[in-house]
Nanobody, 118 residues
């Protein structure tokens, strides 16, 4: 299993970024996916989730109304569209595939840095 995030960078407050996570090595379309983030000196926190079909999504209160999670099962990719970014959104963002396979193991990407600063 491999998860590869991309799309991070430096953006001004109020700006937008779209993160991508390309998945391989498992049946992507059968599993829910999550985005997490970890800011310097803080614990990793859950950001958003999407069901296997993309029919249902859920968000942390801190990003609700600003972030949108989506997926393209034909491309084995999950996205995180981030709008109205704030300095508090600065973190390393991680893609997560939970409870995959008969071992029900969690898999993580390497992370992509998002910095919101003027």
């Amino acid at each position: 299993v491999q998860l590869v995030e991309s799309g991070g960078g430096l953006v001004q407050p109020g700006g937008s970024l779209r993160l991508s996570c390309a998945a391989s090595g498992f049946t992507f379309s059968s599993y829910a996916m999550n985005w997490y983030r970890q800011a310097p000196g803080k614990e990793r926190e859950w950001v958003a989730a999407i069901t296997s079909t993309g029919g249902n999504t859920n968000y942390a209160d801190s990003v609700k109304g600003r972030f949108t999670i989506s997926r393209d099962n034909a491309k084995n990719t999950v996205y995180l569209q981030m709008n109205s970014l704030k300095p508090d959104d600065t973190a390393v963002y991680y893609c997560n595939a939970p409870k995959v396979g008969y071992l029900r193991r969690d898999y993580w990407g390497q992370g992509t840095q998002v910095t919101v600063s003027s």
